[in-house]
């Protein structure tokens, strides 16, 4: 059976959603989890007709997403607590998201990806 869970999350209400339903899986098979957050790469900027100027810089952009990480992974680790699962968090810079969060079942040894995908409109 499924013993190490990743569960990415990216804060919305379709990830808080399945990230409970993962912590229930996991509790249910004795698995852990690791709960995974994309950060956004710094966006460049094209300097030119019609270009937007970002004031923010790499630094303090930096710092945002690692606000919004740890903000994002707590809420799913103060859950996976809650249920008695184990849970590890991690984070990586990343745009291309699904690459990232391949990598992290990689890395960290993960048997099965949790995720859901949105329902069709």
Do not use: W
Request: proline share 6%; aromatic share 10%.
């Amino acid at each position: 059976m499924f013993k190490h869970i990743l569960v990415p999350t990216d804060g919305s209400e379709l990830s808080k959603a399945t990230a409970q339903r993962a912590i229930s899986f996991a509790k249910e098979a004795g698995a852990k989890v690791t709960v995974f957050f994309a950060k956004p790469e710094y966006p460049i900027a094209y300097f030119g007709e019609g270009a937007l100027i970002d004031p923010t810089t790499p630094e303090k952009f930096a710092e945002l997403a690692d606000q919004q990480a740890a903000e994002y992974l707590g809420e799913v680790k103060t859950q996976c607590d809650a249920a008695g699962v184990e849970c590890t968090t991690i984070a990586a810079t990343s745009d291309v998201p699904y690459e990232a969060i391949i990598d992290a079942a990689e890395t960290s040894g993960c048997d099965l990806i949790f995720m859901k995908r949105p329902a069709a409109t």
